[in-house]
């Protein structure tokens, strides 16, 4: 009997840890991208701000992006979670000196208040998904088809300029993602109510891959919204 209770009580600590590891994971992979998309601007002086404005680049961008993605997923699927998290910084550095064009377009004053409003919202999004009782899982359909839906209107925008397509598109992205953090965190803990100690690693890695591309575009969004006065 007590080593019963003693299995049970390690479940809830073993999510709490998944759940703390996890929002570590974030915190790091934005602060990655915030430091060498500043160090990217200084040291390359507006290359990559022509580079990833560029249809070309924004071409490159995906596929090394999608490429990286697949490679975390795949090496933890092989139980190889140490690679996979490992990639996963790497992507936030390169995600970071792409990013580094931001410099180039929109204030300090401006990229700031960007990051603290998304970053307030991020916290209370993530707070709303984790807290609720009900399992979200029949959003996943219909979520993913408003992100092909999405995906398709931001390829058309790069080689047909309409008046308030792209400020339509940044609103639609900004709830897109908003909704997706709510579904992520809640099946974070909805899918992981028990887990194993070996497995937080590379769980913990897959779910902060997940909100961490989140985070950055809300994070985009809202840099486009406020900055249209820049």
Known sequence: ??????????????TRQLLNKTFQKVALA???TAVTAFAGNYAFA?????????LTGAIVV???????????????????DKRGTKLFYG????????????FSYFSL?????????????????SRFGLTREKDLISWQKGLFITLIGVIIL???????GISGLSLILNIAILVLFSFYTIFDTNQLVKRYETIAHRDIEGVSSLFALTLYMDFINIYLSILQL?????
């Open 154 to 160: 931001s390829v058309f925008s790069l080689f047909i």
């Open 46 to 54: 507006g290359i990559f701000a022509k580079f990833s404005r560029s």
């Open 109 to 125: 004053g401006t990229i700031g208040a960007s990051f603290l409003v998304t970053s307030g919202l991020f916290l209370a999004l």
């Open 30 to 32: 934005v602060l990655i």
């Open 226 to 230: 406020l900055g249209n006065n820049d």
């Open 62 to 80: 995906m596929v090394l992006m999608f490429a990286l993605i697949t490679q975390v997923q795949r090496s933890i699927q092989n139980r190889q």
């Open 91 to 102: 992507l936030a550095a390169l995600n970071g000196l792409f990013l580094s064009y931001i």
């Open 1 to 14: 009997m007590d080593h019963i209770i003693s299995r049970e009580q390690t479940k809830p600590n073993n």
